[in-house]
């Protein structure tokens, strides 16, 4: 009677065990294209962000003397374009940190020359020169350990990657403490010879936030690896996850025997961008490349991996066509997608996600 207990107790726990560990689902989708540089001569720049704002898409150029188009979503009309490229007033140098804030009713993009987080108001979208407003400046000393790139803004406080090695993150709090948070892995997981610097930049992040400010995802261009940020009364906790460290490192040799790590051609990129909405992380997976050659797209890809925001993968989508951008609306339809494969294009995919 007592093995017979000790079965069923087993067998319940393999039973839920089993049943608690949700399987991913594969969903293949065919997209719409809904204009393009080749066939529709209205397309101009060269868009590296896209986001989706009621009945508006909105990109950033990565080149280009304007910097933000705004996109009738009905008809694929431009119908306005924005902010110059440059050093002067209401101009920006390079945009970064690309993302729309549904509660504020404002895009956030970060000029990662000028360390300048900038908001601009929906109700300015299709005005002539859309009000830029400054949000943040990191005006660190010159002896600070931090060099910050990529910043958001988390409710009430500013998050940020760091570019050095003694620390991934950075948290500004709104009293104007700043905190930084997690190590890189080791180095030894590498190459020891490598030096801390440059194992540190090994870990490329592509970021993305949720609509409601309180969830990054940090998910790393060259290792198979995930943080998930969650702000909790103003305090993060960090969640990683690593499958795969960064591999076929190659050392150059920069002095005093330490080790400088390179790309080859035979080394996975992993995650190329992602997109966050309040349910779900988009990220798009590319793994084992071999083509290197420049403006060939090689850093497109047709799967899309969607994680919750425990990490666990949901869902595997596998487009018909590779992109390299993405945005969801908030209710996980509609999936808008850039592409650069023949050509820029920007593509609608339908879906229907739990």
């Known amino acids: 009677m007592r093995k017979s207990n000790l079965y069923l107790i087993s067998l319940c726990f393999i039973l839920f065990g089993c049943h608690s560990q949700k399987t991913t689902e594969k969903i293949t989708l065919t997209g719409k294209v809904l204009i393009s ?8 720049g060269t868009p590296s962000y896209i986001v989706s704002i009621d009945d508006m898409l909105i990109t950033g150029n990565s080149e280009g ?15 306005n374009s924005f902010i110059r490229r440059g050093k002067g007033p209401s101009e920006l140098r390079r945009i970064d940190s690309f993302n729309a804030d549904d509660k504020n009713r404002c895009i956030y993009t970060y000029d990662i020359d000028n360390k300048k987080l900038f908001s601009i108001s929906y109700n300015d979208l299709l005005k002539e020169k859309p ?16 060099v910050l790139g990529s910043t958001y803004k988390m409710n009430d406080c500013y998050f940020a990657h760091n570019l050095t090695d003694t620390a991934r993150f950075i948290i500004l709090e709104n009293n104007g403490e700043l905190h ?41 261009h060259l290792s198979d ?41 035979k ?19 590319k793994g084992d490349i071999t083509n290197m050659q420049p403006n060939s797209g090689y850093l497109c890809s047709n799967i899309v991996r969607v994680f919750d925001w425990d990490g666990n993968e949901c869902y595997t989508l596998t487009l018909d066509k590779d992109i390299f951008k993405l945005t969801v609306t908030p209710d996980n339809k509609t999936m808008y997608a850039l592409t650069d494969k023949g050509g820029y294009a920007i593509i609608k995919y339908e879906m229907d996600l739990d």
């Open 180 to 220: 930084h948070y997690e190590k890189f892995p080791d180095k030894t997981h590498i190459n020891p010879e490598l030096t801390e610097m440059a194992n540190a930049q090994l870990y490329d992040p592509m970021i993305t936030i949720s609509p409601d400010r309180k969830k990054i995802a940090v998910c790393d």
């Open 267 to 285: 080394t996975k990129r992993y995650c190329i961008s992602n997109y966050a909405t309040d349910d779900y992380i988009y990220a798009i997976w």
């Open 37 to 44: 540089e080749v066939n529709d001569e209205n397309f101009i």
């Open 131 to 146: 009000l830029l407003q400054e949000d943040l400046h990191w005006n660190l000393d010159r002896n600070s350990p931090f």
């Open 65 to 79: 003397d304007t910097l933000f188009d705004v996109w009738n979503i009905h008809n694929m009309e431009r119908i």
């Open 225 to 265: 690896m995930i943080d998930i940020i969650k702000l909790s009364n103003g305090k993060p906790t960090i969640q990683t996850t690593i499958s795969a460290y960064p591999n076929d490192i190659y050392l150059m040799p920069i002095g005093d025997g330490q080790m400088q790590g390179l790309c080859t051609p």
